[in-house]
Structures are given as structure tokens and as C-alpha cells.
Nanobody
Framework: VTLVESGGGLVQAGGSLRLSCGTS????????IGWFRQAPGKEREGVSY????????YYADSVKGRFTISRDNAKNAVWLQMNSLTPEDTATYYC???????????????WGQGTQVTVSS
């Protein structure tokens, strides 16, 4: 099982980035996919996830209205569009695949290595 994040980088406050998560080695359309982030000195937190089937999306309050998660089952890929970025969004971002739809890490079995997002003020 492999998940690979890309699209991170350095951006000014107010800017946008689009993170990608490419996957292989499992049945993608039977997995819930989540995005998590971990800032220096802080615990990893759930940012967003998208469900199997109906494709419902969920967001942490801190990113609601600014971030959009989407998936393409034909491409085995998920994206996280991040707009109106602030320095508080600076973190390493991870995508993960799991059986249970949840914002909790416990629900995810497979993780990528992460991509760094840095937002300058």
C-alpha cells in the first residue's frame, strides 16, 4: 500500500495550494481518505476526510470554508485545495486511507510520508 503526497511548498498568507495524494496497492473506492496535519510541537490533527460511496466531505472547524477535499476513484487520487492560507496552516500534511469515516487517526490504516506546507506572514 502506498500513499504519496505532493504539492506542498512555501506560500504567502492569503495564497493557495493544492495538495495531491496518489495511491496504490488497495481498493481505492472502498477506502475513506483523510487529510491530517502536524505543526511543529503539536499533535497531528484531522483536517478533512471524504467518504466512500456518497463522497460526503467533512472539515475541521479551523479550515471550513477555506479547504476543499475531492477524490477521483478512476485516478486513485485525492486532492486538498487550500485557499486563504494563514501562518497557522503551516504544518506537514498527510493523507491516509482507512475503513471508518472519521477525523480521528485511529480510523486510518495507511499513511503517506507527508508534504510540508509553509505559510509566511
Amino acid at each position: 500500500v502506498t500513499l504519496v503526497e505532493s504539492g506542498g511548498g512555501l506560500v504567502q498568507a492569503g495564497g493557495s495550494l493544492r495538495l495531491s495524494c496518489g495511491t496504490s496497492g488497495f481498493t481505492f473506492d472502498q477506502a475513506n481518505i483523510g487529510w491530517f496535519r502536524q505543526a511543529p510541537g503539536k499533535e497531528r490533527e484531522g483536517v478533512s476526510y471524504i467518504k466512500i460511496g456518497d463522497g460526503r466531505t467533512y472539515y475541521a472547524d479551523s479550515v471550513k470554508g477555506r479547504f476543499t477535499i475531492s477524490r477521483d476513484n478512476a485516478k486513485n487520487a485525492v486532492w486538498l485545495q487550500m485557499n486563504s492560507l494563514t501562518p497557522e496552516d503551516t504544518a506537514t500534511y498527510y493523507c491516509a486511507a482507512g475503513t471508518y469515516p472519521s477525523m480521528g487517526e485511529w480510523a486510518y490504516d495507511h499513511w503517506g510520508q507527508g508534504t510540508q506546507v509553509t505559510v509566511s506572514s
